[in-house]
């Protein structure tokens, strides 16, 4: 089993940065996907991006939702088995719980793709 645990979620306001963390535990597999979703209010949970690793090669490919593309960057540490995302310029369409998700046999862009899920972190974006 993986356990994942999102933090760094909050309020802030338009233009403004945050830095969610998805901290893993557990289980250790040789091949991940790790990716970001998010689930407005009365929406369905969409994909935000994804990163995935190898234990020979380190970090391969990532992919990033076009809504999000050029605003926010995921990245992973692996020394702490964290993964990020870095959310930069952000918009009040943003807002909205943000689960980090774990694939351990190459996820793509699809929720079905993910074998484990985090609780969620809130994100609001309001002045």
């Known amino acids: 089993q993986v356990q994942l645990v999102e933090s760094g979620g909050g309020l802030v306001q338009p233009g403004g940065s945050l830095r969610l963390s998805c901290a893993a535990s557990g289980r250790t597999f040789s091949t991940s996907t790790t990716g970001w979703f998010r689930q407005a209010p009365g929406k369905e949970r969409e994909f935000v991006a994804r990163?995935?690793?190898?234990?020979?090669?380190?970090?391969?490919?990532?992919e990033y939702a076009d809504s999000v593309m050029g605003r926010f960057t995921i990245s992973r540490d692996n020394t702490k088995n964290t993964v990020y995302l870095q959310m930069n310029s952000l918009k009040p369409d943003d807002t909205a719980v943000y689960y980090c998700a774990t694939s351990t046999a190459g996820g793509g862009s699809s929720r079905s793709d993910y074998n484990y899920w985090g609780q969620g972190t809130q994100v609001t974006v309001s002045s």
């Open positions: 990163i995935s690793w190898t234990r020979s090669w380190g970090v391969g490919s990532m």
